[in-house]
């Protein structure tokens, strides 16, 4: 009678302990999505994503300027985007 409960405890506590992890996975997803399209100029002014640690925060400022801010090491880059239809390669 004990085998069956002794079988089934593996299983719960495999399934409650990677649950919040599948949520946490999701979430971090969900903000290389926005800071890939922060990155590329898809994002909109005051559009702002944190990366997973933290430490950088990518922001969209007016007129399309991105800053990237890093707490840790108290460091602030603006860069301008450059335009999806913009070949300077080939003028």
Do not use: C, W
Not at 59 to 68: K, P
Not at 71 to 79: A, E, G, L
């Amino acid at each position: 009678m004990n085998r069956p409960s002794t079988a089934l405890l593996p299983l719960v506590l495999t399934i409650g302990l990677h649950s919040p992890l599948a949520f946490a996975q999701e979430d971090s997803a969900a903000q290389y999505t926005t800071i890939n399209k922060i990155i590329r100029g898809e994002g909109k002014p005051g559009e702002s994503a944190t990366a997973k640690n933290g430490e950088v925060i990518y922001t969209v400022l007016e007129g399309g300027i991105v800053e990237i801010r890093n707490i840790r090491y108290n460091t602030v880059q603006r860069f301008s985007t450059i335009k999806p239809n913009d070949n300077f390669k080939s003028k």
